[in-house]
């Protein structure tokens, strides 16, 4: 069992950065690949990136490509999510899982707003 906690997010400009961060305990965490999705209001949640479990592969979905870079730290059991040059429709609910993911590992996400 896993237990994943994000945290980072908050009310940013257009163009803005922002650092997210997902704390994993439990079952080692260095045995997973790893991955973010969002959530915007209305709409289905969306693959965002993915990192294998020794952080040499990466993927990206196209609409964050170029500006997000997702990373890992195994020492500390985290993922990391840099957000730049962000974009209103950037604005949504984020979430950390196992990459594919799985339902028992959801979390309460982190909100990113990005308005002026």
């Known amino acids: 069992q896993v237990q994943l906690v994000e945290s980072g997010g908050g009310l940013v400009q257009p163009g803005g950065s922002l650092r997210l961060s997902c704390a994993a305990s439990?079952?080692?965490?260095?045995?997973?690949?790893m991955a973010w999705f969002r959530q915007a209001p209305g709409k289905e949640p969306e693959f965002v990136a993915s990192?294998?479990?020794?952080?040499?592969?990466?993927n990206y979905a196209d609409s964050v490509k170029g500006r997000f870079t997702i990373s890992r730290d195994n020492a500390k059991n985290s993922v990391y999510l840099q957000m730049n040059s962000l974009k209103p429709e950037d604005t949504a609910s984020y979430y950390c899982?196992?990459?594919?993911?799985?339902?028992?590992?959801w979390g309460q996400g982190t909100q990113v707003t990005v308005s002026s």
């Open positions: 990192i294998s479990w020794d952080g040499r592969g990466t």
């Open positions: 439990g079952r080692t965490f260095s045995d997973y690949g």
């Open positions: 899982n196992t990459s594919p993911p799985r339902v028992e590992y």
